[in-house]
């Protein structure tokens, strides 16, 4: 049963790969991108991963997919008419493309013919639930939290930087409206406020 | 069963056709940032599926720091984006070359 489902959500996820690329309005792309990443959370949960799926899912679709509906809807993109351009570059793109993944295979077919270990779903050992009784959530977050945190750390400072970069980026300031600077209230004392006016 | 042979070849099916989304695509840069999200995510799972495929747990971790990264850089691209589009009025590829100085 879970080889039908690996199968489906991966011809499903190929299939709206396809389509986020060629689809001409961006909102049906979005979407598109949206089913990739659903379908292909469901190609790892096949392995019975639990968490990393999950957090695709969550981060993906939640966070990135969001995003880039937001920009789409707020950007008023006009439909684009498939040019000319697609059909140009289809030839060589496509040669290169077909070479590239035609070697790709090939590797893959003769590198991993190991019969019984490479057999995923069915005949893994889950040595961690057999050796030490941790999920496979436990087993990353004693990993993440311990031997790696400072790569756990240094994950949350590129975040902030991208918010802080995004913010700068897209933040601007209307010089034509008056705006309250608290600061600057707090700072006027009587002092510096009142004065004679000299002729 | 599923081998691991099939798990690569859909996920480097998938990079491939970021490539081709990045390469073919002309018209406007968001399907291109569209398409390195399908290339990160093809990477993903690449290193998820070696992280099964080894019973090695730093392939799940690498897995979420690519996460990050992946969000990192579509929120930089994206506010980019809209900053271009307040100069230009439109995100089409070919008038970015005019955007000097």
Do not use: C
């Not at chain 2, 990079?15 to 093809?42: C, P, Q, T």
């Amino acid at each position: 049963m879970p080889n039908y489902l690996f199968y489906i959500f991966a011809g499903i996820s190929i299939i709206a790969a396809l389509m986020v690329i060629t689809v001409v309005n961006p909102v049906h792309s979005v979407l598109f991108l949206v089913l990739v990443f659903l379908s292909s959370a469901g190609m790892l949960f096949v392995l019975q991963l639990e968490f990393i799926p999950l957090t695709f899912i969550i981060v993906y679709v939640g966070a990135i997919a969001i995003l880039f509906l937001f920009v789409v809807m707020m950007l008023d993109i006009k439909v684009t008419s498939k040019s000319n351009d697609f059909f140009k570059y289809i030839p060589v793109g496509g040669l290169v493309g077909s070479l590239f993944i035609f070697e790709i295979f090939n590797t893959l077919s003769k590198s991993f013919v190991i019969p019984k270990s490479t057999m995923l779903v069915d005949n893994f050992v889950s040595w961690v639930s057999t050796v030490d009784k941790v999920t496979n959530l436990e087993a990353l977050g004693q990993l993440l939290y311990t031997y790696y945190f400072i790569y756990f750390l240094i994950a949350g400072i590129i975040l902030l930087v991208a918010m802080v970069g995004a913010i700068v980026l897209t933040l601007q300031f209307n010089k034509t409206v008056k705006n309250q600077l608290i600061f600057r209230q707090l700072s006027r004392s009587a002092d510096s406020a009142v004065f004679l006016a000299r002729n | 069963m599923v081998y691991i042979t099939t798990f690569l070849g859909v996920s480097t099916t998938l990079f491939l056709i970021g490539i081709l989304g990045i390469v073919l695509n002309r018209k406007n840069i968001l399907i291109i940032l569209m398409s390195v999200e399908l290339m990160l995510l093809a990477v993903n799972i690449n290193f998820v599926v070696f992280s099964v495929y080894m019973d090695d747990l730093m392939g799940q971790m690498f897995a979420l720091f690519i996460l990050t990264v992946a969000a990192a850089e579509s929120a930089i691209g994206l506010a980019i984006l809209v900053a271009y589009y307040k100069v230009r009025n439109s995100i089409a590829v070919e008038s970015i070359q005019m955007l000097r100085g």
